[in-house]
């Protein structure tokens, strides 16, 4: 899996990269981490980085909740990963469902970018740009969506309503946003909260 260091902690390979690149990927997490029980039979650095790096490139997400269940199961308090060595690493329990909820990809936020077709939610997640996210997910939508900004940088954000066009709300009032592509955009004041939602919702 140290094939997979562009991916984790380097994230110089993403959800964003080219197809090929993507496959290459995802094939090589199934090689090692599921045909070679990689998942489950190394509880090395590699091992454990091996859930986060299968996030963040689309892999199963199916496949990584199964093997993350029991991994959590023989997990400490907080979900820490004890077994005497390394160190950022004993946070994957952590980190892989983190990106599986949120990741920053090219200065944009994608929301729910791995996740299964279930219900889910998470509140004051951290992201790049210093945004705390919170959002709700019912299986099928993303219900509630918002965002708040702790420095005044400009948000970005992927369209997680598909093709829908979205409103930002600032303390019941409708802000200003560009578009371009799926991708929208929207000036923030430091401390203040945003609403993001669907126009019609």
Wanted: net charge neutral; proline share 3%; with cysteine.
């Amino acid at each position: 899996m140290i094939q997979m260091h562009p991916v984790y902690p380097c994230e110089v390979l993403d959800l964003l990269s080219d197809p090929d690149s993507l496959q290459i990927a995802k094939n090589t997490v199934e090689y090692y981490e599921v045909d070679q029980n990689g998942f489950q039979g190394s509880m090395n650095a590699l091992g454990l980085s091996g859930y986060i790096m299968a996030a963040r490139v689309g892999f199963s997400p199916e496949i990584i909740i199964k093997n993350l269940s029991i991994l959590a199961s023989g997990a400490q308090k907080n979900f820490l990963i004890i077994d005497g060595h390394h160190a950022s690493e004993k946070t994957a329990l952590v980190e892989t469902v983190n990106s599986m909820m949120l990741q920053t990809l090219d200065n944009t936020l994608y929301i729910f970018p791995n996740w299964v077709k279930s219900s889910a939610s998470f509140t004051r997640l951290r992201t790049k740009g210093a945004f705390l996210v919170s959002a709700d997910y019912d299986g099928t939508t993303i219900t509630n969506l918002s965002i708040y900004s702790e420095k005044g940088t400009k948000c970005q954000i992927h369209n997680p309503w598909k093709e829908k066009k979205i409103q930002v709300m600032e303390n019941g009032k409708q802000i200003a946003i560009s578009k371009t592509g799926e991708r929208f955009s929207f000036e923030t004041k430091i401390g203040r909260h945003y609403i993001i939602r669907p126009i019609g919702a």
